[in-house]
């Protein structure tokens, strides 16, 4: 067994324990409890995949997925249906749906919570130096796209999940898709997934938690300003207008 999946078992552990034996006192550890509680998926998920990498398991599945649909298939809907979490933030908060938080903090806690995410992923991709289903490279472990639309997903549902369930759980739908679609696309294996989908979980939940920079929002007190995402043909990006 690899040190990751010795890792990975230690640390699935020490969250089942935690969560079992944490006797609540006050507030501060209620909330400890229950972020540990909340953690119990993602890190059940980064372990799993973590333990089944490189196994015959995953290859024959994958082996198994692409000969069912054709070794030529290919769809890129991957490269655009993991931002649309984050499209569905930005209407929301346009058509005025109870959030959270204030659309910059929304935008702050985006940000933080991908910065992190895709800085893991990538450390991991380095160290691991797994191969891709279709052999073009060596950054097979884990999958980006996947920890993208996850940690998109998981911001949303933080925003919305009090006001607006359906909203909240709909980001999952299209973070899981761009996961599907990378195995389908021969990118990835399961693995690569499971443990992508962990990480931006396990991530967002964590900067939710601590609020970085909480009071940092200059913007909170402004109605003169609008911001929105903009989609023209294969283009897409921001609209941010203030007015003086």
Sequence with gaps: ??????????????????????????????????????????ASLIVVGSLISNSKFEKTLQTDLRNKIGNDYENKIDNYI?????????LADILGVKSKNHWFDQSKYLFISNLISSTITY??????????????????????????????????????KDSSPVLAYSGFAFATATGGFRMLNNKHYISDVLVGAGIGI??????????????????????????????????????????F
């Design 82 to 90: 993991v931002f649309a979490p984050i499209a569905e933030m930005y």
């Design 202 to 243: 396990l991530v967002t939940e964590l900067v939710y938690y601590i609020e970085p920079f909480k009071r940092f929002n200059p913007f909170k007190k402004s109605k003169n300003i609008s911001f929105s995402p903009v989609f023209i043909e294969d283009k897409y990006g921001f609209y941010f207008s203030c007015k």
């Design 1 to 42: 067994m690899t040190k990751l999946k010795i890792f990975s078992v230690i640390m699935l552990l020490l969250f089942n324990i935690w969560g079992a034996n944490s006797t609540p006192i006050d507030s501060t550890k209620i909330n400890t409890k229950t972020f540990f509680k909340k953690s119990i998926l993602p």
């Design 123 to 160: 450390r991991l991709k380095v160290m691991t130096n797994k191969e891709r289903p279709s052999g073009g490279n060596n950054h097979s472990f884990p999958s980006g796209h996947t920890t993208l639309g996850f940690t998109n997903a998981s911001v949303l549902y933080q925003e919305f």
